[in-house]
């Protein structure tokens, strides 16, 4: 083997044993197809050979493309001449699915005319995260080998199947530990019997009437704008209509359409943006990660109990501290309860909620917390009681104990600067629901040390989290930017627009909720009380909506009340619009002299995503988030933000900053609110003709 011939092959008796050396993961780089290539001749070229195995070297078969060829220029040969060369063998070749056959790596396997696969293995077609679908025949010879149904499952979610289950689908044939050898002997007997199934020539897959429309409405629902699920649907049914060379065309028409499309962009910045936000620049090269073996929590709340779960989900033991044996037996109670809801699902034993719940340890004293290598305070939202928790935690706690708090709006450094060690200081901001949502905001005070920030990233690695670092400001990234179009999400409803038409354009652009169902969810009343202490001071220049405060005032706290914004029935999760909001939100108007306009959906998607480019941009330029994509990963893992567009930096860079700009100068013109003022950044941007991508690179560089 070479750097440039990364397959290998060598006789073994009468079998050519064709391996896959391309560490890490064995991607099907030009060399890789150039080598399967070659290897096909080879055996082809030794009348002493009757058949080959393709196997992977280390812990992949093949684990897909090379992502490091994306958005560069093809080059020949591509994927399908490797495959149609192994399919089009005068020998018969199966495959040694060692490991992970994904993508690519499984249409290899596929154009094999047998496929043995070690127990632990798993095969999959995950290119519909990235916008994209199976393009070398995966659309094609998948349904007919496994069915139409399975097929399509595996292709519309991408997901990861295990051998055994791949087995019992029939997209393997056998699955043996020592799988190669197992291989070796099928080519053999493939080969006496001198023939062996061509997948391209088998017949058409068929299904019942109907079965397309279903699953395409399916899909439309919960795929929420995606583009990429319908394009394998189109693909797979093409497997069941069309013969396999015009399956084939199809295919490559459909795959085209999906590679050129900005959804497709959109999901490969995020998928390397997810990796991207975990490099942090600028820390000491010599710092690394603190060992964390135990941790502490304090408050069994909302949060404090998901993130106790995070934890244990991780085997990590876990102190939770709270202030009444009462309130501690309620949190744990409530953690247990989870568990045992999803063992009620199927997705946890009883033993294992048991083991999970055997790595709490519940305290009303703080001097238990001693040892631990972490500690994470969740207690009310208030300066004052995380002060006084921080000063005992100073007086308590070892030397190099991580003091984390999990605060949503409070400055970090003010609670760091009670304590004799603010390098040890951070913030570890979840998201509610704490063991489901993938976000972690890090946010760094003034002092906290490098090696802390690491300790915190390694961390929301460990509990399965996506972690972006941050600095501190009123919101940090998130939330800041979320409030700013919250807000004007309820100026529009004073001007002429109802919750309903709201949030539809927000979930038709693809988020999961609206801001009015989203505010419902959270409960009205959290809000409520940060306003009304507000009140004495806020300035009457600002623009203030009450129609919030007066559905709270009418006794509608949101979906706990069974309405707030919305009614929800029965306890259902669904908003209906609710006859009484609406009147309120149109007395409101005339309460204050406002002529109602109508607003289109497009002016509204406008205002909302403006405010999210120009908010992202101040946030940018004060150094709050490091890159925009941070914002854009923030706002994907922590919002559930569509990951087709990318992000809502990225996206602004896909719709032009300089349109961007200008809708924003123009409102800021016509209304004077601060939120419209335009950020410099964006105005430099735009002077520049730059993008956000662009500046950031140049500032990488
Ligand atoms: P919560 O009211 O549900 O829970 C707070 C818990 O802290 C209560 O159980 C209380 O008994 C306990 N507690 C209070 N003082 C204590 C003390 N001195 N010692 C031990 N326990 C004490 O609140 P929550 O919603 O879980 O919020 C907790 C923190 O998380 C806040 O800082 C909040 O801003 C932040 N946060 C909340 C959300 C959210 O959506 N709820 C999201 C992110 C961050």
Not at 242 to 251: I, S, T, V, Y
């Given at each position: 083997m070479?750097?440039?011939?990364?397959?290998?092959?060598?006789?073994?008796?009468?079998v050519?044993?064709?391996?896959?050396?391309?560490?890490?993961?064995?991607?099907?780089?030009?060399?890789v197809?150039?080598?399967?290539?070659?290897?096909?001749?080879?055996l082809?070229?030794?009348?002493?050979?009757?058949?080959?195995?393709?196997?992977?070297?280390?812990?992949?078969?093949?684990?897909g493309?090379?992502i490091?060829?994306?958005?560069?220029?093809?080059?020949?040969?591509?994927?399908?001449?490797?495959?149609?060369k192994?399919?089009g063998?005068?020998k018969p070749?199966?495959?040694?699915?060692?490991?992970?056959?994904?993508?690519?790596?499984?249409?290899?396997a596929l154009?094999?005319?047998?496929?043995?696969?070690?127990?632990?293995?798993?095969v999959?077609?995950?290119?519909?995260?990235?916008?994209l679908?199976?393009?070398?025949?995966?659309?094609?010879?998948l349904?007919?080998?496994?069915?139409?149904?399975?097929?399509?499952?595996?292709?519309?979610?991408?997901k990861?199947?295990?051998?055994?289950?791949?087995?019992?689908?029939?997209?393997?044939d056998?699955?043996?530990?020592?799988?190669?050898d197992?291989a070796k002997?099928?080519?053999?007997?493939?080969?006496?019997a001198?023939?062996w199934p061509?997948?391209?020539?088998?017949?058409?897959p068929?299904?019942?009437e109907?079965?397309f429309?279903?699953?395409?409405?399916?899909?439309?629902?919960?795929a929420?704008?995606?583009?990429?699920?319908?394009?394998?649907?189109?693909?797979?049914?093409?497997?069941?209509?069309?013969?396999?060379?015009?399956?084939?065309?199809?295919?490559?028409?459909?795959?085209?359409?999906?590679?050129t499309?900005?959804?497709?962009?959109?999901?490969?910045?995020?998928?390397?943006?997810?990796r991207?936000?975990?490099?942090?620049?600028?820390?000491?090269?010599?710092?690394?990660?603190?060992?964390?073996?135990?941790?502490?929590?304090?408050g069994?709340?909302?949060?404090?109990?998901?993130?106790?779960?995070c934890?244990?989900?991780a085997?990590?033991?876990?102190?939770?501290?709270?202030?009444?044996?009462?309130?501690?037996?309620?949190?744990?109670g409530?953690?247990?309860?989870?568990?045992?809801?999803?063992?009620?699902?199927?997705?946890?034993?009883?033993e294992?909620?048991?083991?999970?719940?055997?790595?709490?340890t519940?305290?009303?004293?703080?001097?238990?917390?001693?040892d631990?290598d972490?500690?994470?305070?969740?207690?009310?939202?208030?300066?004052?009681?995380?002060?006084d928790?921080?000063?005992?935690?100073?007086?308590v706690?070892?030397?190099?104990?991580?003091l984390?708090?999990?605060?949503?709006?409070?400055?970090?450094?003010?609670?760091?600067?009670?304590?004799?060690?603010?390098?040890?200081?951070?913030?570890?901001?979840?998201?509610?629901?704490?063991?489901?949502?993938?976000?972690?905001?890090?946010v760094?005070?003034?002092?906290?040390?490098?090696?802390?920030?690491?300790?915190?990233?390694?961390?929301g690695?460990?509990l399965?989290?996506?972690?972006?670092?941050?600095?501190?400001c009123?919101?940090?990234?998130?939330?800041?930017?979320?409030?700013?179009?919250?807000?004007?999400?309820?100026?529009?409803l004073?001007?002429?627009?109802?919750p309903?038409?709201i949030?539809?354009v927000?979930?038709?652009?693809?988020?999961?909720?609206?801001?009015f169902?989203?505010s419902?969810?959270a409960?009205?009343?959290?809000?409520?009380?940060?306003?009304?202490?507000?009140?004495?001071?806020?300035?009457?220049?600002?623009?203030?909506?009450?129609?919030a405060?007066?559905?709270?005032?009418?006794?509608r706290?949101?979906?706990?009340?069974?309405?707030?914004?919305?009614?929800?029935?029965?306890g259902?999760?669904?908003?209906?619009?609710?006859?009484?909001?609406?009147?309120?939100?149109l007395?409101?108007?005339?309460?204050?002299?406002?002529?109602?306009?109508?607003?289109?959906?497009?002016?509204?998607?406008?205002?909302?995503t403006?405010?999210?480019?120009?908010?992202?941009?101040?946030v940018?330029?004060?150094?709050?988030?490091?890159?925009?994509?941070d914002?854009?990963?923030?706002?994907?893992?922590?919002?559930?933000?569509?990951?087709?567009?990318?992000?809502?930096?990225?996206?602004?860079?896909?719709?032009?900053?300089?349109?961007?700009?200008?809708?924003?100068?123009a409102?800021?013109?016509?209304t004077g609110d601060?939120?419209?003022?335009?950020?410099?950044?964006?105005?430099?941007?735009?002077?520049?003709?730059?993008?956000?991508?662009?500046?950031?690179s140049?500032?990488?560089?």
């Amino acid at each position: 083997m070479t750097a440039d011939n990364p397959v290998r092959w060598e006789a073994d008796g009468d079998v050519l044993v064709i391996t896959i050396d391309n560490p890490p993961v064995n991607a099907l780089r030009l060399g890789v197809r150039v080598g399967i290539i070659a290897a096909i001749d080879a055996l082809e070229a030794d009348s002493s050979l009757v058949g080959a195995v393709m196997t992977g070297e280390g812990r992949a078969f093949i684990a897909g493309a090379d992502i490091t060829e994306f958005g560069k220029p093809p080059q020949d040969p591509n994927l399908n001449d490797a495959v149609y060369k192994i399919e089009g063998a005068s020998k018969p070749v199966v495959a040694a699915i060692n490991g992970v056959a994904l993508g690519g790596g499984l249409e290899v396997a596929l154009g094999c005319h047998a496929r043995v696969a070690h127990p632990k293995a798993r095969v999959g077609v995950p290119e519909v995260h990235l916008g994209l679908l199976p393009g070398a025949g995966g659309t094609q010879r998948l349904p007919r080998v496994a069915g139409v149904e399975a097929a399509l499952d595996m292709t519309i979610t991408g997901k990861h199947v295990p051998a055994p289950k791949a087995h019992a689908i029939g997209v393997v044939d056998a699955v043996a530990d020592d799988c190669v050898d197992v291989a070796k002997d099928k080519a053999r007997a493939l080969a006496a019997a001198g023939t062996w199934p061509v997948i391209a020539q088998m017949p058409n897959p068929s299904v019942p009437e109907g079965f397309f429309d279903a699953a395409r409405a399916q899909i439309e629902k919960k795929a929420r704008g995606q583009m990429s699920p319908i394009l394998c649907l189109e693909a797979v049914k093409a497997a069941v209509e069309l013969p396999f060379a015009e399956g084939m065309d199809r295919e490559r028409e459909l795959f085209v359409q999906g590679l050129t499309s900005d959804q497709s962009r959109g999901l490969i910045h995020a998928f390397f943006g997810e990796r991207e936000v975990s490099k942090i620049p600028g820390l000491d090269p010599e710092a690394k990660p603190r060992e964390v073996k135990t941790a502490a929590i304090i408050g069994a709340g909302t949060m404090g109990g998901g993130i106790a779960m995070c934890f244990a989900n991780a085997g990590i033991p876990v102190t939770v501290l709270e202030q009444t044996q009462e309130a501690l037996d309620k949190g744990l109670g409530v953690c247990r309860k989870n568990y045992e809801n999803t063992a009620k699902k199927g997705r946890l034993t009883m033993e294992q909620v048991e083991e999970r719940m055997a790595l709490f340890t519940g305290t009303t004293d703080i001097n238990d917390l001693a040892d631990v290598d972490i500690v994470i305070e969740a207690v009310f939202e208030n300066m004052d009681v995380k002060k006084d928790i921080f000063t005992k935690l100073d007086a308590v706690c070892k030397e190099g104990c991580v003091l984390a708090t999990n605060t949503s709006t409070l400055d970090i450094n003010q609670i760091a600067n009670v304590t004799k060690r603010p390098q040890e200081v951070i913030g570890m901001h979840f998201f509610s629901p704490a063991n489901v949502m993938r976000l972690l905001e890090n946010v760094r005070g003034d002092a906290t040390a490098d090696d802390v920030i690491l300790t915190a990233m390694n961390m929301g690695k460990r509990l399965g989290k996506v972690s972006v670092l941050v600095g501190v400001c009123d919101g940090f990234v998130g939330n800041r930017i979320l409030h700013e179009y919250i807000r004007w999400a309820s100026i529009l409803l004073e001007d002429g627009c109802l919750p309903e038409q709201i949030d539809k354009v927000w979930t038709d652009f693809g988020m999961p909720m609206g801001p009015f169902a989203m505010s419902d969810l959270a409960g009205l009343d959290v809000g409520y009380r940060i306003r009304k202490e507000q009140e004495a001071t806020r300035s009457s220049n600002v623009r203030y909506v009450h129609i919030a405060d007066k559905v709270v005032e009418m006794g509608r706290l949101g979906q706990k009340t069974g309405g707030g914004f919305f009614d929800y029935i029965d306890g259902s999760r669904v908003p209906v619009p609710n006859a009484e909001v609406t009147a309120l939100v149109l007395s409101e108007s005339e309460r204050k002299g406002i002529e109602r306009q109508e607003f289109s959906d497009e002016e509204i998607l406008n205002a909302l995503t403006d405010l999210m480019t120009n908010e992202g941009a101040k946030v940018l330029e004060e150094g709050i988030a490091m890159r925009p994509v941070d914002v854009d990963i923030t706002y994907i893992f922590g919002y559930g933000y569509p990951a087709y567009r990318g992000g809502p930096m990225h996206r602004a860079d896909a719709v032009g900053l300089a349109e961007c700009l200008a809708r924003i100068k123009a409102r800021y013109e016509e209304t004077g609110d601060h939120s419209w003022k335009p950020a410099a950044l964006l105005e430099q941007l735009v002077a520049e003709g730059k993008t956000f991508a662009e500046w950031s690179s140049a500032r990488a560089a």
